[in-house]
């Protein structure tokens, strides 16, 4: 069994930055992909940014070049740089790992992040 720990959300004020952080522990596996999705009130889980363990990235529109994504392979962490906070990105952050072999995939608990204006 994997397990996904995240930190780093809260509330920061609009221009603001936060940095997520995830880090997956548990039964043997190799990474495929890691990455963050969020989901706003009333609305559906989309993808924020994902990293490969080769480090190939891909950002939803919104968040590009306001959002960077890293891995650390060596220690199963993947990291989310949020700058220039909007309202608009206010939601749950859920921290995803895809491992390779495998089918499946394993979400975190989530993560608030709230951006005032």
């Known amino acids: 069994q994997v397990q996904l720990v995240e930190s780093g959300g809260g509330l920061v004020q609009a221009g603001g930055s936060l940095r997520l952080s995830c880090a997956a522990s548990g039964s043997m596996f190799r990474i495929n992909a890691m990455g963050w999705y969020r989901q706003a009130p009333g609305k559906q889980r989309e993808l924020v940014a994902t990293i490969t363990s080769r480090g190939m990235t891909n950002y939803a529109d919104s968040v590009k070049g306001r959002f960077a994504v890293s891995l650390d392979n060596a220690k199963n962490t993947v990291l989310l740089q949020m700058n220039s906070l909007k309202p608009e990105d206010t939601a749950v952050y859920y921290c995803?790992?895809?491992?390779?072999?495998?089918?499946?995939?394993?979400w975190g608990q989530g993560t608030q992040v709230t951006v005032s204006s």
């Open positions: 995803n790992l895809k491992p390779a072999f495998t089918r499946s995939e394993f």
